[in-house]
């Protein structure tokens, strides 16, 4: 709900609190895994949906209803509110409307930016899908914003909320693999020609971004909190094919930290015929981790102090991660706090994907981008090619 609906809401303690009321921007591909989140928390409550395409609109509204009825016949709870999910064409409208508590913002990547700072200034809590934006200064902004006006921001880099990397990253603080000094990560995915057609903006450096800020951010997000501050990044780009998109197929990277661990990243979306593996290994003094599997949900080697493999091993294959997000989303939006993965966390790992950016570019290691860089400086020709 807004700022000035929590100060004016007058129930008696102990009466539950109502759903929150939410609106979803952008009824895409990536609306589908929040409206079946959504469906399952009786916490929220989808109010309305904001679209260019009405028929979009009438998908998404239509896929909530459902998993509302076929999770209320597998728990005999009620099927939820029955009010009517408003449509917009206009996310201002929406926002604008008094019908909704929060956003969730769905939309295409170049929008993520300024829809996030319309709705924080209008005093509604945010939910972005990564990433949060497509340059350093919008970011920033958002970030600023957001404290200043004391409204939350969740970034959706859902990985942190599952249940074993959360518990790694206990481990970790807890000193239960020692110093770090060493960590990879590995994405080896498919994405062809007809993902990137399906959609006229993706694949293009000022609509969408890079492949990195797309499918290898969640990786690099997670070495950023397990491992600290980088230091220094050095980033190497390639277009192994001609499809005519502009963006990287694959990228190599190497990343010194501030505390001394060093990291590789090596990512490709050519990966034939399908989906093959993520993977994420990190080696310290007294302890060694490695994760994979196509889901990145393989235990490989757990070596970790406080907890045995076979413990982790019953963590591996929880997957709640987007529902345990959405509930930190209505714990934020509740008590006016910001979220675990807010927009200062959104802000770091673009700031990194940047670097390494701006490392291809200028052909050497780079401490931190500069403030105004932005994918749209790396054009077609900026990419080496195979």
């Known amino acids: 709900m807004s700022m000035s609906d929590r100060k004016n809401d007058h129930r008696e303690p102990g009466q539950p609190d109502r759903p929150i009321r939410i609106g979803l921007i952008g009824c895409g591909r990536m609306a589908g895994k929040h409206l079946r989140t959504m469906a399952s928390i009786p916490q929220v409550a989808l109010a309305a949906v904001s679209d260019v395409a009405a028929e979009r609109m009438e998908e998404a509204a239509g896929l909530y209803r459902r998993e509302q009825r076929a999770i209320a016949s597998m728990d005999e709870r009620g099927a939820g509110p029955g009010d009517e999910i408003r449509r917009f064409a206009s996310y ?11 956003v969730v913002i769905t939309a295409s990547s170049v929008l993520h930016g300024a829809v996030t700072l319309d709705a924080i200034r209008a005093g509604k809590p945010v939910m972005v899908e990564k990433p949060l934006a497509l340059s350093l200064k919008e970011a920033e902004l958002i970030r ?9 921001v969740l970034v959706c880099h859902q990985l942190r909320y599952r249940p074993l990397f959360r518990q790694l990253k206990r481990a970790i603080d807890q000193g239960g693999i020692g110093e770090i000094l060493y960590a990879a990560a590995s994405l080896r995915i498919r994405r062809d020609e007809d993902y990137y057609s399906a959609a006229p903006w993706r694949g293009k450096w000022d609509l969408d971004g890079g492949m990195l800020i797309n499918q290898g951010i969640h990786l690099l ?110 714990r934020a939006v509740r008590d006016g706090s910001q979220p675990l ?26 401490g931190r981008p500069r403030g105004d860089f932005s994918p749209k400086e790396l054009n077609a020709s900026e990419v080496w090619n195979r």
């Open 221 to 330: 997000d997670l070495m950023l909190w397990y491992l600290g501050d980088p230091r220094q990044a050095t980033g190497r780009l390639m277009r192994l094919k001609d499809s005519g998109k502009e963006t990287e197929d694959a990228a190599l990277a190497m990343i010194r930290f501030s505390s001394g661990a060093v990291g590789w990243v090596d990512a490709n979306v050519v990966t034939y015929p399908r989906n093959l593996e993520q993977s994420l290994y990190i080696c310290g003094t007294r302890g060694t981790v490695a994760i994979g599997g196509p889901a990145l949900d393989r235990l490989v080697r757990w070596h970790v102090d406080g907890m045995t493999e076979q413990e982790a091993e019953a963590l591996a294959s929880d997957q709640t991660e987007h529902r345990e997000m959405y509930l930190d989303f209505v």
């Open 144 to 152: 600023s914003e957001s404290g200043r006006l004391r409204v939350p």
């Open 92 to 102: 201002r409208e929406l926002i604008a409307s008094g019908e909704v508590d929060a």
């Open 341 to 366: 993965m807010n927009a200062a966390e959104g802000a770091r790992a673009l700031e990194l994907i940047f670097a390494l950016y701006q490392s291809h570019l200028e052909q050497q290691a780079v």
